[in-house]
């Protein structure tokens, strides 16, 4: 094992893009769009890159409302997520809060022995398998029984708020004995398999580390590669069909993804994964700014970033042949960062409240798709590191699918319609839509206004239509709705009910409820039921039925912004 000094070098940030993106207050709106769906085209399958979400507070799992929210993903989506919590192998007391978390496995007796406790690890993993999902497993980080002499040298500014020295980060630290680590991976892996069966535990992603290229790992490249060979080992020991991968470095570690690469494929390392993160923005946090005033800058979230970082870590893995076809896993994948962050440290934070965040969260998604059909590598996974936080205000703001009081937000309302879609996907175009293609030229600008589509057809002949209208920038307004005149061509001939389910401000969203009665932080028993009543998926208008000899034309009016589904069932 190396004992160089650690070192992150070689972080590059990837294009000409700002940390988040200025306003442009007089950028045109889209007036009119027309949406053409050729029913009878499949491109196909409809990956369903957004099943997978994850978030640092490891102990929240098995809360009432993180067991809650698990099931809730598990109702309307089927189950079947992936699930990547943070800090499984701290050391501590089980206690989260935000940001921190810890399953407290590892120990030693004073001769040194390892022995575990499991008991934190099985609360947490019951509650993610029981509601049906699978785990991402995210393998650290170092116990506290674990770590090497350099992790005394990270001191700490004392304050009644300080971390002790381990909590503040010496948990970043290697591994002081790489064959005790494999023995905790090893044990984890079996016990895993003995506690949910062989077949489910074949299913889960098991993962070294999280950011290996910042401040996560207080190692070299050289020190982590090595930590990955001793973890596969263990892992395959005990299960020689465990899906294992990495490095899951943040959007400025290219470098540090290649030299894994370059280890990995020279050596013939199992290898059947691939992650990396992105980011949206970062912006000035916690401005501590008087709680009614704006920012001190108006700046949003760039998906067309986000998009450019996918690009250019796909076409690096997509440049190994042994790799090209690995699945790609972008497993934080964000507008915004960090994610316990709010609209109280910074007004910027405000979308992730309102009707923009699921707006934005849909249309990513489909651009993660057409960038798929543009190259080599592909995304499987784009996980939202978002979760809830615990004893937090109503809407703080946080990236969080819950609020306090159990109230979902609009967010979770996003993951609701892409479940609806169908298995297959149509070819569906619009005339006023960005396309991926810009990426090659990009200034560094934020997608500008659009209106586009993403459609589907199921097995029982339903199809899908996807469309929305959104721009980046979340403080531009418009007072005109955008008309998007939607065809659906080569129907089967037949009688078929149309749903039309709508988010926008009025629509699917708890936030606006909540404002509309006095924005309470101590909401009365009847304002709470006034909340959640509007919390899920909500109809723009009545179903009606259609009879259909093979073309549809419908016409859709778009606030700004505002996503609406369009589900053609067929009536036996």
């Not at 940390?19 to 769906?37: E, F, G, N, Q």
């Not at 019951?126 to 509601?131: H, L, M, N, S, T």
């Not at 470098?255 to 912006?283: A, M, Q, V, W």
């Amino acid at each position: 094992m190396t004992t160089d000094t650690p070192v992150h070098t070689g972080r590059t940030a990837l294009g000409p893009f700002p940390p988040a993106a200025p306003r442009i207050p007089d950028a045109p709106h889209v007036v009119a769009a027309t949406i053409d769906v050729d029913a009878a085209h499949v491109q196909g399958p409809l990956a369903r890159v957004w099943e997978s979400f994850g978030y640092d507070e490891f102990n929240w799992t098995y809360m009432p409302a993180g067991k809650r929210l698990l099931q809730t993903f598990a109702d309307f989506s089927g189950g079947g997520y992936f699930v990547r919590p943070h800090y499984m192998y701290c050391s501590g007391s089980g206690f989260g809060i935000p940001h921190w978390s810890s399953g407290n496995v590892y120990h030693e007796d004073v001769d040194g022995n390892p022995y575990y406790d499991f008991t934190l690890l099985d609360q947490a993993y019951d509650a993610i398998v029981g509601a049906g999902h699978h785990l991402l497993v995210e393998l650290g980080f170092t116990p506290r029984d674990l770590l090497p002499p350099e992790a005394a040298e990270l001191t700490v500014v004392r304050s009644p708020t300080a971390y002790t020295n381990y909590e503040a980060g010496a948990w970043g630290y290697p591994p002081s004995d790489y064959g005790k680590w494999g023995g905790l991976i090893g044990a984890t892996v079996q016990h895993c398999v003995e506690r949910y069966g062989e077949a489910e535990v074949k299913t889960w992603l098991w993962e070294l580390w999280n950011e290996p290229d910042i401040d996560y790992w207080r190692g070299t490249l050289e020190q982590y590669n090595e930590l990955y060979t001793a973890t596969v080992q263990a892992i395959r020991a005990v299960l020689p069909e465990a899906k294992v991968g990495g490095p899951a470095v943040t959007s400025g570690g290219l470098n540090f993804l290649k030299g894994f690469l370059d280890y990995t494929s020279d050596r013939d390392e199992p290898l059947d994964f691939i992650s990396y993160h992105t980011k949206g923005c970062h912006f000035p946090t916690r401005d501590y700014k008087p709680f009614a005033e704006e920012p001190a800058e108006l700046l949003s979230p760039s998906s067309t970033k986000m998009l450019f970082d996918l690009r250019e870590f796909n076409r690096l893995i997509g440049s190994y042949d042994a790799y090209a076809d690995l699945p790609v896993i972008v497993d934080e994948c964000d507008a915004a960062v960090p994610a316990h962050f709010g609209r109280y440290d910074n007004r910027n934070y405000s979308f992730q409240n309102t009707e923009y965040y699921p707006v934005f969260q849909a249309k990513l998604m489909k651009k993660i798709l057409d960038l798929n059909a543009t190259e080599t590598a592909q995304v499987a996974y784009a996980t939202s590191w978002s979760f809830y936080f615990e004893a937090e205000r109503y809407f703080e703001g946080t990236r969080s699918f819950m609020t306090a009081g159990g109230v979902e937000k609009p967010l979770l309302n996003a993951y609701r319609m892409l479940t609806l879609l169908g298995t297959d996907r149509l070819q569906a175009a619009s005339d006023a839509a960005w396309q991926v293609g810009a990426l090659e030229n990009t200034d560094g600008s934020s997608m500008p206004e659009e209106v586009d589509v993403l459609a589907s057809r199921a097995e029982n002949g339903s199809v899908a239509v996807l469309v929305w209208r959104h721009t980046d920038d979340q403080w531009q307004t418009s007072d005109s709705a955008t008309t998007a005149n939607v065809a659906v061509r080569n129907l089967q001939p037949g009688s078929y009910r149309l749903r039309h389910l709508r988010i926008d401000a009025e629509h699917s969203n708890a936030f606006t409820v909540w404002q509309q009665l006095g924005s309470p932080q101590d909401p009365t028993a009847e304002q709470l039921a006034a909340i959640h009543e509007r919390q899920g998926l909500e109809e723009l208008e009545a179903e009606r039925t259609l009879t259909v000899t093979g073309d549809v034309a419908l016409e859709v009016s778009l606030p700004l912004p505002s996503a609406s589904l369009l589900v053609l069932e067929p009536v036996s």
